[in-house]
């Protein structure tokens, strides 16, 4: 697993990490589609382009599995 917190990207392979999640959360993230692999929270004022941005990476999908 990894997390990206502001433009770091943290990998439990190399430290531990946790995520705290709440209900709103866990439901989102199981309606996610099979192939999905990230899932952004955000504070409902930020700016939509600047989440799309936040969200991409260089991280290849087969990172994620």
Do not use: H, S, W
Not at 14 to 41: F, H, Q, S, W
Not at 49 to 56: A, M, R, S
């Amino acid at each position: 697993m990894k997390v990206k917190v502001g433009n770091k990207i943290y990998d439990a392979e190399n430290e531990p990490i946790m995520v705290i999640l709440n209900d709103n959360d866990k439901e989102n993230i199981a309606r996610m589609l099979p192939d999905a692999t990230k899932y952004c929270g955000y504070p409902d004022d930020y700016d939509i382009e600047e989440v799309k941005k936040f969200i991409k990476t260089n991280v290849k999908k087969k990172n994620f599995q």
